[in-house]
């Protein structure tokens, strides 16, 4: 007993040291893996207030650009409304329509924090559980795909954005529907790895790459970017295209979450397949 | 007694706040991540006892993770560090450092024993950081060259904040 409390006192520090450290890369290996550790709540907002004041300063020095974005995209909005169509018919009656179901709506948010030049970016923004956010649900901006919701507080949500190693968005090629997985590589902001495309697929610059079918985050056809480059190692069976992305995340100011209405009802079919084999 | 409590509390925020608001938003390449905070780590007092150390390293960390939404990245990263730094003092720091309060700064122990020193912690940081933030061994040179090029950086501007901030000379 004495020899034990003599030991103790004797590496005190290194215990300590070694009870601090496991602590931290246990709590760094759940939040990796499975996402569940609510962190946001944890460290009660406080972080996520900071940065709205921050971004409340800040956002007065480019609101012309915010407004240029939110003008344009307000234009090529308004072309898809119904008044911007000639009725080519005779008068229609309502009918309860039973064909189309709503699947998708899209919870509209602000940017307050966000990085670019990190390996793993986040992005944080406004609107949390309150507004309907949950866990896992998909974000665009006006151009094109910005990330996947990872963690949710009462008012902020933080978006594990695409530049971000763990970050794989299931694409696919508009022209043909040949299916790849969007990664970053963490070397340019402006740029991400198309992986896992097979070499029979025929690729050329400027290919546009949109989301597939195969996500319950994204609605399909939600644009991501252009092909860039790509090339075809000698004995290897997939491609290796950078894709230009349409989404410029340095100047990331609204975006829109993606409510999906099926995707338990969907992720529910799957499982039974999975519990098959 | 209050009035150096108080003042590394001042330290703590303005650095936190240096950190986020000016370093966090420089934005140079996806190779330079320049972390400043751990000046604050490194210009505790040598004598200090090395499980407050720990501790103070343990609630930097915490705070830091906060802003960056990374549960125990930077926790672990600051630990890391603050356990080198015993070590690293027990071999570099004379007897007299430990008996009067000095902290390790340029203006007390001189710049190439200053610049020794932050350069392998800092690198420590980095490496414990950026390995397991990436968290796979796939990209194993690339991380290397972000870790040698951002600690460079770091180690530019802590020795820059040190010029500017810590001139004066404690008077024993």
């Avoid at chain 1, 997985?181 to 402006?190: R, T």
């Avoid at chain 2, 700064?105 to 392998?120: E, H, M, N, P, R």
């Avoid at chain 2, 397991?132 to 061994?137: G, L």
Wanted: charged share 15%; aromatic share 16%; net charge neutral.
């Amino acid at each position: 007993m004495r020899n034990l409390i003599y030991f103790l006192y004797k590496y005190y520090t290194f215990l300590l040291f070694f009870a601090l450290e496991m602590f931290s890369v246990i709590i760094l290996y759940r939040y990796n893996n499975y996402q569940k550790a609510n962190f946001l709540n944890f460290t009660g907002g406080i972080a996520s207030q900071f940065y709205e004041t921050v971004n409340n300063t800040t956002n007065y020095f480019s609101l012309r650009e915010i407004n240029d974005s939110l003008l344009t995209e307000n234009a090529r909005l308004r072309g898809q409304l119904l008044n911007a169509y000639y009725q080519n018919g005779l008068a229609q009656t309502s009918i309860n329509d039973t064909v189309y179901k709503q699947q998708y709506t899209y919870v509209a948010a602000n940017v307050v924090n966000n990085s670019i030049m990190q390996r793993n970016n986040y992005i944080t923004i406004d609107k949390g559980a309150a507004h309907g956010i949950k866990p896992d649900m998909g974000v665009i901006g006006s151009n094109g795909v910005v990330g996947i919701i990872t963690s949710v507080s009462e008012h902020y949500s933080t978006i594990r954005s695409a530049l971000n190693s763990n970050t794989k968005i299931s694409c696919m090629f508009k022209k043909n529907n040949a299916f790849g997985s969007l990664e970053w590589n963490g070397d340019d902001p402006k740029f991400s790895m198309l992986k896992y495309v097979n070499k029979h697929v025929e690729v050329t610059m400027n290919d546009e790459i949109v989301t597939s079918n195969y996500s319950t985050l994204f609605p399909q056809g939600i644009p991501v970017g252009k092909v860039y480059s790509h090339l075809i190692e000698a004995d290897d069976n997939f491609y290796n295209i950078k894709v230009e992305l349409n989404t410029n995340f340095s100047t990331l100011k609204n975006v829109y979450v993606i409510v999906n209405f099926m995707k338990e009802e969907q992720l529910k079919v799957e499982a039974t397949n999975k519990s098959d084999n | 007694m209050i009035i150096d409590l108080l003042t590394y509390i001042a330290r703590f925020v303005l650095l936190i706040l240096l950190q986020l608001l000016v370093v966090n938003n420089l934005e140079l390449t996806t190779y330079i991540n320049p972390f400043i905070y751990i000046i604050f780590i490194l210009s505790l007092p040598v004598n200090m006892k090395p499980w407050i150390v720990l501790i103070v390293s343990f609630f930097t960390g915490l705070v830091m993770d906060s802003f960056y939404s990374t549960p125990g990245l930077h926790m672990g990263a600051t630990i890391f560090m603050g356990y080198l730094r015993g070590f690293y003092l027990r071999i570099a720091a004379n007897k007299e450092d430990f008996e009067t309060s000095v902290s390790p700064s340029i203006a007390d122990k001189g710049i190439v024993w200053f610049l020794v020193y932050a350069l392998t912690l800092t690198l420590s940081h980095h490496l414990f950081l950026f390995f397991f933030e990436v968290y796979s061994f796939f990209e194993f040179f690339r991380t290397l060259l972000r870790i040698t090029s951002s600690a460079l950086f770091s180690v530019l501007l802590i020795v820059i904040g040190e010029l500017l901030f810590f001139r004066k000379t404690k008077t024993r």
